[in-house]
């Protein structure tokens, strides 16, 4: 069959791919359907044609699935930031668990039985920060949000529901005071203009709440002012920063900080400890969830009191400091230096003593580690999305310790490094816990035991 783009075809979804597209089949080619649920039938356009596959667009929607809500957020589809809003919650978690199973299998070629599945109570307003660009619509009015999916486009919201509300407000306010001092977007194209993101951090337990503004110069014109009016408007604010980033870079923060107001951190609590957390540290987005899947890790390590634990790629000591009251000592490694910063202070502030955070490659300090022949009962790691590099995998291997609990926010390279690991570990549990509810995102956790 000759396909080409504005056609329309009837077809029925089977699937959904590893970003929350529905998956469909035409004559036996392969398209993906944005918002499309498995079972349902539409009328699609095609809208792009691939060699191996085809994209389209919902026209009409003839057999409607069960599973399907009317979404909270009126830019669901959109937007770039939800792929989920459209269908319950209940399938949105069965879906995250096919995924990281389905990881395991192609990937690892390990058939994982059985998973638990950790579910939110509130899958809307979770997100403790917030980094929005701000452009100009048609109208050259000023507007903020998300990147529309696989562009750089923004794609205009008064509220994300996803956030927490008190950054969409400061985010209005933060409009209607560019407008009033004639601050104006950065521009990508041009790489001219006064402010690029801006990035707000809110604390769950406490009532502390950070705004970064993001400039591209150090002194903008009237930004002395427009800061003294945000912060009047906003008393809420307890620290403001400017964080100046002139480089043509997709990074959201340059290296130059200045602090405006208060101390530049704000405070957060996690399994009852006390953290501080600066702008450029790493902080978990969703605390409720993250307080579960530390509570799970700390379950499936299985700890004694007399372990020595390393928590590799510590960030600001979370882990290591939920475990420290459970075993001897922990060691934890964290390349970010402020997150290190912050790991110590952190300790201190809740007197633990049992904890050491070194700053660090994690794949470099483990050799070391090895070298120096320490040994570790238990490990954790909570690497970024790329994984974990090969020296760390292939080190672990030659320390051995008797269990890894390894927390992944990237099924596919969970899947790869566990394959890696299988030679002498046995993966006895997986754990998916919803962090990014709404989102084609997904936590896990795999507990592998040495055989
Ligand atoms: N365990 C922490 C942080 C997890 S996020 C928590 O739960 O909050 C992953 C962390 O790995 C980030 O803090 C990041 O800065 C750090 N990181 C990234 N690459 C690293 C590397 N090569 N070596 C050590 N740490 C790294």
Not at 14 to 20: I, K, R, W
Not at 117 to 143: A, F, Q, W
Not at 424 to 451: A, G
Request: hydrophobic share 40%; proline share 3%; with cysteine.
């Amino acid at each position: 069959m000759d396909i080409s783009v504005g056609q329309k075809h009837l077809v029925v979804g089977v699937d959904y791919t590893h970003d929350g597209l529905g998956v469909a089949k035409i004559d036996g080619r392969t398209i993906f359907v944005q918002n499309l649920i498995i079972g349902e039938e539409a009328e699609v356009e095609i809208t792009f044609v691939k060699k191996n596959f085809l994209i389209g667009k919902i026209s009409k929607l003839i057999k409607k699935s069960p599973d399907r809500i009317q979404p909270l957020c009126p830019v669901a589809t959109a937007c770039g930031g939800c792929q989920f809003q459209h269908v319950s919650y209940e399938k949105e978690l069965e879906y995250k668990k096919n995924k990281v199973l389905r990881a395991f299998h192609n990937i690892a070629h390990i058939d994982i039985q059985a998973a638990e599945v950790l579910g939110s109570e509130n899958p809307y307003y979770y997100r403790n920060k917030t980094i929005m660009p701000i452009g100009y619509d048609r109208h050259r009015k000023l507007i903020h949000g998300f990147y529309k999916a696989r562009t750089h486009d923004i794609v205009a919201i008064d509220q994300c529901y996803i956030e927490d509300k008190r950054s969409s407000l400061i985010l209005k306010t933060i409009k209607e005071l560019m407008t009033e001092y004639s601050l104006t977007p950065y521009d990508e194209d041009t790489l001219k203009g006064d402010i690029r993101r801006i990035m707000i951090r809110t604390s769950f337990y406490y009532d502390d709440l950070m705004v970064v503004i993001v400039t591209n110069i150090e002194k903008p014109v009237n930004f002395e002012t427009f800061i003294s009016a945000l912060i009047s408007k906003h008393p809420e604010i307890t620290t403001l920063i400017q964080n100046i980033n002139g480089e043509d870079t997709n990074v959201v923060l340059g290296s130059k900080e200045k602090i405006l107001l208060g101390e530049g951190k704000i405070k957060d609590k996690l399994c009852g400890l006390d953290f501080n957390i600066s702008s450029k540290s790493f902080y978990q987005i969703n605390v409720k969830q993250t307080e579960k899947l530390y509570q799970k890790a700390i379950e499936l390590a299985d700890l004694k009191e007399s372990h020595i634990v390393l928590d590799a790629y510590s960030g600001i000591g979370t882990i290591g400091m939920a475990v420290a009251k459970h075993v001897k000592n922990v060691i934890g490694v964290e390349v970010v230096k402020q997150a290190v910063i912050d790991a110590k202070e952190n300790a201190r502030i809740n007197n633990i003593k049992n904890v050491k955070y070194y700053e660090d490659d994690a794949s470099d300090f483990l050799v070391k580690m090895a070298k120096a022949e320490t040994k570790f009962d238990v490990v954790f790691v909570d690497p970024p999305r790329k994984g974990l590099d090969q020296k760390f995998t292939e080190t672990l291997l030659e320390i051995m310790p008797k269990r890894i609990v390894y927390i992944s926010c990237d099924p596919a390279t969970l899947a790869r490094d566990v394959a890696l690991l299988s030679e002498k570990y046995t993966i006895n549990k997986l754990v998916v816990v919803d962090m990014f509810s709404r989102t084609y995102h997904v936590e896990s956790i795999v507990q592998l035991t040495l055989k």
